[in-house]
């Protein structure tokens, strides 16, 4: 999530454009944002069983998101098993012995609602949002198949074949994602597991099987190794009985540890290349190792948010306005940062150049984009701005109980405290230029850095 990843779904609603707009005219007046306007209530408990649950009222809407989140993605696989966290995701939806497959489609929507299911590399989630009054069948449904997933054989093989053409068209089909693959290989390598595509190479998918599936199913999904949020027109005290009535019965699984990733210090590679038919302009990558929220080095995740802010997060950013409407070097500039994975992160800089001759100067404005940060030339008042406007394409999704369901599972199954994510605006505001300057020194490091270039064929 660029800005709380951050955020990959955006819910632009007019009652948020309001409140970005009153925050904006806020931080004009006091020449910072008032965070007062951004807090919001998470209610906790757990279960007998382990299950962890978090309850966050929003009653401006008679809708609940309720959303289950298991503490397993791609970064618990084995090289020789890719893909099979998003495989098993598939398969969730082919029914159990009380409910057929295509029964949970069938009743959402006629609850009037909706559903749907992704993976990451540190969680697989479930969620549907639907009306407050059909809940209860909801949990119903999403309780009887942490358990009771039925699996026939020619079902698996089936859905394998489907897989296989979802990484076709995600992958084989996308220049980019092609070349974004080779750069996380040249980053960590295949045997780490950030370095190797979260869909699985296709030898691995090939060679997935039924037991292959059965068995990741028996040791991860467990209420103990979930995380359920609600969010909405509900409370603690509504919903608790029906969480300890559908979920409450089910016997807890094995105790797992925790998959971390490997922290890396420098690339196996520094520079990668992919050429394509199906791009017509040169594409830069710039691609630096990186700390997140729960590597050693965290103390610079916040900074690092609004560097990529700083960068090229928007038309008014140091390197957009530099190459694209000054010098007119690019067609586009772009960065990207999460500071939520499993202990090791990507800063990422990407430019498609108008015309391949202007590498050689897009790579020297780069180079003095990161040395002024690297220096500390900042002005105090353009990092207060920038913090202020930042926050403010940001905080606003909060108004949002289904991007709010999201931000806080997300956050909280990867490994982050709720703690920390309640503080999440306050730790922004509280950086300071030299927060800034030694995440860059950190950083920006030539030997940290891999550059991809997608090349028309």
């Known amino acids: 999530m660029q ?129 407050k009054q059909y809940l209860e069948g909801v949990m119903d449904m999403e309780s009887d198949r942490m358990r009771g997933l039925v699996l026939e054989e020619e079902q698996t093989k089936t859905e394998r074949n489907i897989v296989l053409e979802e990484r076709l068209m995600r992958r084989d089909n996308s220049p980019r994602a092609v070349l974004g693959e080779k750069i996380r290989e040249a980053l960590v390598g295949k045997e780490h597991p950030y370095g190797r595509p979260l869909i699985g190479y296709e030898d691995d998918i090939e060679g997935l099987t039924h037991q292959d599936a059965l068995d990741f199913y028996n040791k991860y999904y467990f209420p103990n190794n979930t995380v359920l949020v609600l969010a909405g027109d509900i409370t603690k005290e509504e919903v608790e009985p029906l969480i300890e009535k559908y979920y409450g019965v089910i016997p807890k699984g094995p105790e797992l540890k925790v998959t971390m990733a490997e922290e890396v210090s420098k690339p196996l590679k520094q520079k990668v290349e992919h050429s394509d038919k199906n791009t017509s302009n040169v594409e830069i990558k710039y691609a630096y190792l990186a700390p997140d929220l729960l590597s050693v080095e965290k103390k610079h995740a916040y900074a690092l948010s609004l560097i990529s802010y700083l960068l090229a997060d928007t038309k008014t950013s140091v390197l957009y306005k530099k190459l694209v409407l000054e010098e007119d070097l690019a067609i586009s500039v772009s960065s990207s940062y999460s500071d939520m994975s499993r202990g090791q992160a990507f800063f990422e800089i990407d430019v498609v150049l108008k015309d391949p001759k202007n590498e050689e100067k897009v790579f020297q404005y780069i180079n003095e984009a990161l040395e002024d940060l690297r220096l500390g030339r900042l002005q105090k008042d353009n990092l207060e701005r920038a913090k202020n406007l930042f926050l403010i394409e940001t905080i606003y999704s909060k108004e949002s109980y289904k991007s709010l369901a999201y931000i806080v599972g997300m956050n909280y199954t990867t490994g982050i405290s709720l703690e920390e994510i309640l503080n999440w605006d306050d730790n922004i505001m509280q950086v300071t230029k030299d927060d800034i300057f030694e995440a860059a020194e950190y950083v920006f490091q030539d030997e940290k850095r891999v550059i991809g270039y997608l090349l028309p064929e």
């Open 3 to 131: 800005k709380w990843q951050k955020l990959s779904i955006i819910f632009l609603v007019s009652i948020s454009f309001m409140f970005a707009l009153n925050l904006f005219k806020s931080s004009r007046n006091k020449n910072r944002v008032d965070l007062s306007q951004t807090k919001f209530q998470v209610d906790y408990f757990k279960l007998d069983n382990g299950m962890e649950v978090l309850i966050i009222p929003n009653s401006r809407v008679p809708a609940v998101m309720h959303m289950l989140w298991y503490k397993v993605g791609g970064i618990d696989e084995k090289l020789g098993k890719t893909g099979l966290a998003h495989y098993l995701e598939h398969l969730m939806f082919h029914g159990t012995e009380k409910y057929a497959k295509d029964e949970m489609d069938k009743q959402v929507s006629d609850f009037g609602g909706s559903h749907n299911a992704f993976t990451s590399y540190d969680f697989t989630a479930y969620y549907q949002n639907l009306p």
